[in-house]
């Protein structure tokens, strides 16, 4: 076994592991399956060799399919900006406010609001602007509307302004409702971590 | 004068991992790319039956879930790869659970277990004495095992990767698995005499 790859550079333990399993399985008809190495190795080195190995199963992706995972990914990060303090602050003010005010600030539904809590958001059934609709929702919270705006505006996909007018299309709804989904998950998770 | 480094070329998988916990927002993109590639090839080997429309989705799931979670993340327990295929196979599992055709259920061919359910602790339990067997066995054991039982590949896709015959593949997770039978039975405790069978 070498051990030094093809371009001269000494070879990683997570190479000579995969080496070493390849060689044994080569072997395997001609003694008892007997392992022949003492190596040792951690559970981080087998995952690297694992790693290592799978390498050659990457495929090419969708344009479209990496563009929309960069963008959720995008605003995940986003939503961790949000300081604990913010969050916190945003959560008070859910709790001080009933779905029935809520409903009526928003000019929805109590079913909707219900909906827009869990993340769980029909946009595509109500007619409202999304990003007037998150606009709202934040600000109903107790956020400034300034910030609240801005922060929708920097959450939402940066698509140029005439595909947020009554002409938007479901994606920009679906972009909006998992907009307020991340956001309600995290003040989920800080709840979460205050009641613990 | 020297080429400024792309950022991607330089940036190992730690470093992106650390980068993404701080909110680096370009680390966001290059997990994607570094990483969504990956996660698609993976889950065409295991599950080769589902729809490429339902693989991405369930890999954008597994993204998304990553970084949601990247604060859990532990890089001295395991790499950022294994973790997110960990993920995958979870929201496999639970799409899995979802998709099963209520309808294709025929009457009578739900078996009621007739064992009561081992606790959760139980089950704690044998996972860390099977994780402590396995940490026995030489390196080549623990990695086919890996390879086949958590990972979830088929005896063919381990083949091609490793670039060896699958009957060869075959019968060396056997003779692995053989081997973990053997050291489970010799840490049994003797039975006390004249107790019960």
């Known amino acids: 076994m070498t051990s030094h790859d093809s371009e001269g550079a000494p070879k990683t333990k997570a190479e000579r592991l995969a080496d070493l399993l390849r060689a044994e399985i080569q072997n395997e008809h001609l003694g008892d399956g007997e392992p022949v190495s003492g190596e040792r190795a951690t559970n981080r080195e087998l995952d690297d060799a694992i790693d290592a190995l799978l390498r050659s199963i990457e495929v090419p992706v969708r344009r479209d399919f990496q563009v929309q995972l960069t963008q959720r990914v995008r605003s995940l990060m986003e939503v961790r900006r949000w300081t604990l303090p913010q969050l916190l602050e945003i959560r008070r003010a859910v709790s001080s406010v009933s779905r029935a005010q809520l409903a009526e600030q928003l000019k929805i539904s109590e079913s909707e609001v219900g909906a827009l809590e869990t993340g769980a958001i029909p946009l595509w059934k109500a007619p409202l602007d999304p990003v007037g609709l998150a606009v709202r929702w934040i600000k109903s919270l107790g956020v400034d509307a300034a910030q609240a705006k801005r922060a929708t505006l920097r959450l939402l996909p940066r698509a140029p302004a005439p595909a947020f007018s009554s002409t938007a299309s479901t994606r920009d709804y679906e972009e909006a409702a998992n907009f307020v989904r991340l956001l309600t998950e995290s003040l989920d998770q800080i709840m979460n971590v205050e009641g613990s | ?94 799409w899995r659970r979802k998709s099963i055709p209520v309808t294709d259920i025929p009457e009578g061919g739900i078996s009621v277990p007739t064992n009561e359910r081992a606790s959760d602790q139980e089950d ?46 075959r019968q060396r997770h056997k003779r692995a698995v053989e081997r973990l039978k053997d050291l489970a039975d010799s840490r049994q405790t003797p039975r006390p005499k004249g107790g019960s069978q």
Not at chain 2, 6 to 30: H, K, P, S, T
Not at chain 2, 31 to 44: I, N, Q, W
Not at chain 2, 148 to 167: F, H, K, M, T
Request: include cysteine; charge should be negative; glycine fraction near 8%.
């Open chain 2, 1 to 94: 004068m020297s080429q400024p480094l792309n950022r991607g070329e330089w940036m190992n998988d730690d470093e992106l991992i650390q980068a993404l916990i701080n909110g680096d927002e370009a680390a966001g993109v290059f997990l994607v790319s570094r990483f969504a590639p990956r996660a698609l090839g993976y889950c065409r080997l295991i599950a080769p039956d589902v729809s490429e429309t339902d693989r991405e989705l369930l890999c954008e799931k597994a993204v998304e879930t990553a970084v949601d979670k990247i604060d859990h993340f532990d890089s001295t327990r395991g790499s950022f790869p294994a973790w997110l295929r960990g993920i995958l196979r979870n929201e496999l599992r639970a």
């Open chain 2, 124 to 169: 704690l339990r044998a996972e860390e004495v099977v994780s402590e067997l396995l940490g026995q066995l030489a390196v080549s054991d623990q990695l086919i095992i890996r390879l086949r039982d958590l990972e979830g590949l088929s005896y063919g896709s381990i083949a091609d990767a490793l670039g060896v015959n699958e009957a060869a593949c």
